[in-house]
Structures are given as structure tokens and as C-alpha cells.
């Protein structure tokens, strides 16, 4: 069906105020469009994105990672180099800005550049590493990548002041190997505040917000007597007409649009966060910027799959598991099994530790790469469950839904579209516009089916015969909490 052409005038209603939709909303409200009102059944006025305040979305976070090293996939790679002079222009705006919305001050950072090391227990790079090393060589970029294994590279690294990021893990000194590439283009995003920073910037150029478990949250469209999508209901009953609705709920997404079926599913990672008292010398160890981001065997299922991240201001170091990916099948009202998400704050039903299989993966790490935590009488403070909206494909999905130009999905986040909050939104509303369709990543964004004998890279909508299926998986105990003690691998 074509694209009907949006005026700069119409209503245009998007819900969900997490990455995709904060980033699409500021975007439109740049590009001139004045009627944008965005939905949100958390109130982010008052968590202001912050997990432990009560915000559960996949995009209420300490931090994220940014890497421009993906593989051969040099469409993301080319996404990251943009998204970067972004976060750069972000830091100095807000160094700058006369008005900070509150919980954000002038000395705050959102991307802090300490660079991101991938790294693994085998003797050699793993492919993907040594694709993203040939891929940022043809772009010219080359030098941005340290080789922990090649001497000359070590040397640059010390030269420029990236010494540190060589062998975070201290592998030399306890004679164990280490092998990985520094991406000295990556670090950190400070996920909460950029998003404060996103959700400012949007309401400065004129977005509204709805905030309310009621009156922000998506109940059903609203249909014309011919049976087209003309807006939105909310929960509280209120109507609102839109020429286009973008339907950007994250991990909830797959439930409220069955269409997606086959093509998204949310999964759960599993999060575990550690706090480094500000009197021990690990404090010091883990800053910013003596610490890098990292991921280890990040491709290497479930016995790998971690990340994590140097401790934050207030002594907060998170570290994540994406090994094993968890869903939550519950029969939905048109009869059908699908994943929805259950956090810490879900209502009724929430879930305060992570799979045991996660626990054990941690465990190991922490007893292999990090044994001061425990020698030191540091422990993990606090389980987390952050849902993921996977594809098929791990592309996102940015489409209309098929056979109408109405409701649009932006969502499929599959772990890593938070280093594009400033400039998702520009690809989005060019796909609303219905220009550049030709562009690699836009086609790779458009609604689409696995083919027949195509292997996925996510393996979806297994229900409960999946043994990662929440009703199959058995749970960690807070006695697990405590280092240096089981469960191990
Ligand atoms: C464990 C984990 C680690 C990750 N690590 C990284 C990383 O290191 N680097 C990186 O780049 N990316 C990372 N990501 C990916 C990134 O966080 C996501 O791609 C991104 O945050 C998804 O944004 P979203 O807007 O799709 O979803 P969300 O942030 O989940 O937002 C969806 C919003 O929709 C709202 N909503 C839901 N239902 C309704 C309704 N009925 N009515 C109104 N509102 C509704 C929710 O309240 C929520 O605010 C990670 C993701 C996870 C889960």
C-alpha cells in the first residue's frame, strides 16, 4: 500500500516513551512536525527512567554500551559513527544548556567515551572481532581498534592514553591469556540521563506527554464505520484521532500487535548489579576512565554472553547475561501463547530474581575475572529481568503494519538500539515519509517473514516447550547473592 503523505500538521500519536519512541517523537518535532503527542503507561516524570526509582522499561538504565564494532555488519557500523558525533554534540549541549531538566546537571556526560573491549577465553579473535577490525580498516578507521594481542597496538594504546583498556581483567599479572579488541571508539551511555536529556529536548520543541498507568496507556485503536484505524483509546476511555499512530511499546509490543507474530518475541536478559562502596580502593579501580565497557564471548551462547560496564558515579557496576534469553508465555485474549514481560514492578506478579543458569554464568566470571569483588566482601546487590524485543533477524522493525498506512511499529530493539537514541528517529521518520527506501538499513527494517529453510539468528515463539521458558527455568535465591559462593559452572 503507498505511503500517505503526512502533513506537518497532523496528529501524530506514538506509544511508548522509550528509545524508539522518544527518539522518533524528538526527530518529528525537529523535522517541523507541530501535533505529536506521545503515550506512556509509566510515568517517567516521576522515575525519570531510573530502574531502582520503579521505571522497568528495557530503556530505564545506569548505562548501555556503544561500540561501533559489528562484525560485517557495516550498516550499524556506519549507524554508530553517526549516532557518536550525536552523543558528542549532546555532551557539549549539555554542558552548555541554560535549562537542564531536573536529575541532569551541566557537568553530566551521557556518552562517555572509555572505549568498549570484546573479549574471549579462546586463544584466538573470534570472527566477529576480526570482521569489525577489517570493516573499520576499509572506512578508514582502523586505528580506532587495539589489538590486546598485538604488541604494536599495545604500544598505541599506552601512547594514547588507553593503556588501561588493554587488560582491564589484570589477565598479565595473574599469567592467564587475554585476548580481544579494544573499540576505542565505544564506552558508555548514561542511559537514565539521556533519556531525561531526549525526553527535554522533545518537550522543548513542542512533543506532549501522557504520562499515567490510565491515561497514557494504549487500550485499542479507534476505528471509522469503514473499519480504518482513525487514532487511539486509552485506558481512562479517552479517544485521541491520529493520522498515524507509531506503536513503540518495547518488549510489550509483540502482545499489543499480533501481527508481529513470528517475526518479534520478547525475551528477558538477565542483569545482576554490584555497588562499589566509595571507601574501597575498587572504587577507584572501576572509574570511568580507568575501566572500559566490555563484553565477553559475547557470541558464544549460553556459556558466554556477558557485558558490563565500569561503576558509576554513585559506586553502581552492572554486568549482564544475554547468554541464555528467557520468555514468559502467557495465553493472550485471542487465544494465542506469547511472551509478555514480568519485571520487579510488574503488578501482581513480579519477579525479583533471574534464572539460576544466569547466576551460574555470572559466577564464573566473577570467580575468574574479577575475584577482588569477593576477596574484597563485595557481593551483588540487586537482580534485574530487562526485556528485549528480538526479531528473527536482530534487525529492528520499523514498518507500517501490512495492508494499511495508519499504525506504524518501530520496535525490535533485540539488545542493541540504545546507542542510537539521538539518531534512530531520523531513520524512522524518513521511513514515515516514505523516503530513502532504498537505504540498506531501512529495507532491513521493513516488515518481513523468515524464509523457509533460513536459519534465524533468534529463535522465536517456542512457548512453553522452550526450556528457557519461564515455567521450565529454575530461580536464583538471595543466598546466591553473596561471592564466592555457589552456584558455579
Ligand atoms: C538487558 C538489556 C541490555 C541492553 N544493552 C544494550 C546495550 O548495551 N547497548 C545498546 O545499544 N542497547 C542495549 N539494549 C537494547 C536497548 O535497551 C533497547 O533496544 C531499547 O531500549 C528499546 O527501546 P524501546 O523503546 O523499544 O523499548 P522500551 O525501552 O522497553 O520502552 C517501551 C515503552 O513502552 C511503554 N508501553 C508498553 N505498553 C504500553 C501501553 N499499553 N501503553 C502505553 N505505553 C506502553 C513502556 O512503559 C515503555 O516505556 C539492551 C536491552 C536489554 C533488555
Redesign the pocket.
Known sequence: MPRRQLQQSDRIVI????????STALHLALRGYKNVTV????N?DATKYDYRSG???????L????RSAYGSQVEYQDLSKEAIEWWTAWNQEIKTAKNLPAGLNSSDQVYINNGTLAFTDKDELPTFELDTVRNMRAAGLGATQLITTNPEDVRAADHRGWGYGIDPFRRKERRKANVGVLDTTGGV?V?DKACRFALHKARTLGVKFVFDACA????SYWHDKDGEVVGVR??DGRKYPAKKVVM??????PA?VPQLDGLCETT????IMIKIPRESSLFDRFAPDRFP?WMWKLWDGAGGGL?GFPRDDRGWMKI?Y?GTKYTNPQIQPDGKLRSVPITRYTPDEKVTQIPRKAMQVFKHFLGEYLPELAENGINIELTRL????DSFDNHYVVDDLPGQNTVMV???????????LPNLGKWIVDAMEGVETERTLLQRWRWRALETGVKPFNTLMQGNASPNAFKNVSWSKDADLTLGTGPRL
Open positions: 506509544i511508548g516513551a522509550g528509545v524508539f519512541g522518544l503515550f506512556d503507561k509509566h517517567y521505571a522497568d522499561s528495557a530503556s530505564s538504565d548505562n548501555k554500551i556503544i551511555i542511559a497514557g496507556a494504549f487500550e486509552t485506558k513503540a511499546c518495547g518488549g510489550w509490543t499489543l528477558a536478559g538477565s542483569v565497557s557485558y549482564g544475554r530487562c526485556w528485549y524485543t518501530a520496535t525490535g530493539g533485540c539488545g542493541h538500539a540504545f546507542k542510537y
